[in-house]
């Protein structure tokens, strides 16, 4: 099948018209019409070969929502005309123990969908059966697409962190991942806390779902909830003052990131020890959890704040987010 996509020729290199023929479908594989496709900081991370496991052409696009159009003869579940969505994964091994015990996500030869293939800024995209999940009923499918990336992202450590209701928590960085986590948080039950170091945002941060909002630049403000959190999120990709936020959890509590620091976190031994406080981080979550998620968003109406553009327009949006100005994910309309 012949595929019409945008692809990056080069690293850094603006996206371009591309077509690529696909091979015969697999027995287990899925084609898919992509009909949105949310646009990710990881695809710019690609585009630019950020981290070093880009190949050229690269069409990005792992937040795909669309419909089944081919099916392979073991694909189980799925039928024709299906509303399904596809992420950063397209595929695991299924044999090796963390697949087998549910944690696809952890598989160490898991397929990413921008990774060595090709992704959803295209008119169709392939994956394995199992990672291409079903709707389900009454999504919202123009703003489901950040859901397989940044949603499962941050949904993930609420449930891998055994985050209660009663819980008071934190959220730093309230961009593309952390106002997802905000409305997850608020939708959990939990009283939430989000770090800004812009307070002006403080009416929208509590639209979001934030009960408290705290000046992160603030030291006065840090000091007000020392030793109050349960759990704190971070979703930031900066070096930052760790130490103070291990300030503010209370004994117990847990230091969660899934921003991709790439500089080492500096985290002083005394500041976990003396009140038996743990630092900890993940990627996105298996596949039972996504199917969890996007029941969990439907049941509670939660969904991100999207901008929308068309796909012909990848370049513009691809600028938009790059300069700051995504208010707080972009969507991609095939």
């Not at 992509?34 to 990710?40: M, R």
């Not at 190949?55 to 099916?71: N, Q, R």
């Not at 397989?148 to 609420?158: A, D, K, R, S, Y």
């Not at 603030?218 to 930052?240: M, R, W």
Request: glycine content about 12%; aromatic content about 8%; overall charge negative.
């Amino acid at each position: 099948m012949k595929v019409n996509a945008y692809a990056a020729k080069e690293a850094g290199s603006q996206l371009q018209e591309f077509q690529y023929e696909l091979p015969t479908l697999g027995n287990e594989q899925v084609d898919i019409k992509v009909d949105y496709c949310g646009l990710c900081h990881s695809d710019m991370s690609m585009i630019n070969n950020e981290w070093g496991n880009s190949s050229y052409p690269l069409v990005p696009g792992h937040e795909i929502v669309g419909e089944v159009t081919a099916l392979g003869s073991q694909v189980m579940g799925l039928s024709i005309g299906d509303k399904v969505g596809l992420g950063w994964f397209s595929g695991s091994c299924m044999h090796c123990n963390q697949c087998m015990d549910g944690k696809q996500h952890l598989c160490g030869s898991a397929e990413g969908t921008i990774v060595g293939r090709h992704g959803g800024f295209a008119d169709h995209v392939r994956g394995h059966w199992s990672w291409v999940t079903k709707l389900p009923d009454g999504i919202d499918m123009s703003k489901a697409g950040p859901l397989f990336c940044g949603g499962i992202t941050v949904f993930n450590p609420i449930v891998l962190s055994g985050v209660q209701p009663t819980d008071k928590v934190g959220v730093i960085g309230i961009g593309g991942l952390g106002h997802m986590a905000l409305k997850f948080l608020k939708a959990w039950g939990c009283e939430v806390t989000a770090f800004t170091s812009n307070k002006s945002k403080t009416e929208a941060l509590k639209t979001m779902g934030a009960h408290n909002v705290v000046d992160s630049t603030d030291s006065e403000d840090l000091a007000g909830i020392a030793g109050t959190l349960d759990f704190i999120l971070n979703t930031t990709n900066v070096k930052l003052d760790w130490n103070s936020y291990l300030t503010c959890l209370a004994p117990q509590g847990k230091l969660h990131t899934v921003g991709a620091v790439l500089e080492p976190m500096e985290i002083p031994a005394f500041s976990l020890i003396m009140g038996e406080k743990s630092v900890g981080g993940s990627p996105l979550g298996s596949i039972a959890l996504t199917r969890k998620m996007l029941e969990f968003c439907v049941r509670h109406d939660i969904y991100p704040t999207v901008e929308e553009f068309d796909m012909a327009n990848v370049n513009e949006a691809i600028q938009h987010l790059h300069d700051g100005k995504a208010r707080f994910r972009v969507v991609l309309k095939a």
